[in-house]
């Protein structure tokens, strides 16, 4: 079966510019997640979602950041006005239960971003 | 603050021995645990999990173990092999924010054949 699916795998833009990377979930999957992974580093929590609704999104960095699930299936994850230190893979993730569940994440293969 | 941590960031092991990759945690709050593991150009990939009313937990060639004394926990990969080599990542979560995982920084598994 599919797994969780991210578009562009690359991305590249220019300091300033606004850029939206998609997440498609795992088909019936409730809950889904954004993490940014810096190079060598472990996985940085953003944001996640319940269905549609966005329950947390502590981890977002700045106010540049948006993320939204309107129809509680694909998401959107945009960056507005890009910054070299926002160089990064973000990663998306999906899981069937909802968060009151202990359920593991399935992770995309990520969006590497490179603000030039 | 709160963390989650790996002793070593690199661990190498010959083709068939035993590997034991740990991690420790500084929140008493935490009560699950997941072990992942990262192919280069990939997603972390779900290895095993573990919840705190548990200290044991065994899979295919895989076994945690949960320290709650200590707040350490170890995956221990039976004769490893080369298709092992990768990065591996312990997370941690609270039923009080179950949406969050808070992920260690990575031990990195080479298998010399």
């Known amino acids: 079966g599919a797994g969780v699916s991210q578009s562009p795998r690359y991305k590249v833009a220019k300091r300033g510019q606004d850029v939206a990377l998609r997440c498609d979930p795992i088909?019936?999957?409730?809950?889904l997640f954004w993490y940014q992974q810096a190079l060598g580093q472990g996985p940085e929590f953003l944001t996640y979602f319940q269905n549609e609704a966005q329950l947390d999104k502590s981890g977002l960095p700045s106010d540049r950041f948006f993320a939204e699930r309107p129809e509680g299936s694909v998401s959107t994850l945009k960056i507005q006005r890009t910054q070299q230190e926002d160089s990064a893979v973000y990663l998306c993730?999906?899981?069937?239960?909802?968060?009151?569940?202990?359920?593991?994440?399935?992770f995309g293969n990520g969006t590497r971003l490179t603000v030039t | 603050g709160e963390s989650v941590g790996l002793h070593l960031p690199t661990l190498s092991v010959q083709e068939g021995d035993n590997s034991i990759i740990n991690c420790a945690y500084s929140n008493s709050a935490s009560d699950y645990f997941i072990w992942y593991k990262q192919e280069s150009g990939k997603g972390p990939q779900f290895i095993i999990d573990?919840?705190?009313?548990?200290d044991k937990r065994q899979g295919q060639r895989v076994t945690v173990l949960l320290n709650k004394t200590v707040k350490h926990l170890s995956l221990q990969i039976a004769a490893t092999q080369p298709g092992d080599s990768a990065v591996y990542f312990c997370a941690e979560r609270r039923s009080t924010n179950a949406g969050k995982s808070t992920f260690g920084d990575g031990t990195t598994l080479t298998v010399k054949p």
């Open positions: 573990i919840r705190s009313n548990m």
């Open positions: 993730a999906s899981s069937l239960a909802g968060v009151s569940y202990n359920s593991p994440l399935h």
């Open positions: 088909s019936g999957h409730v809950s």
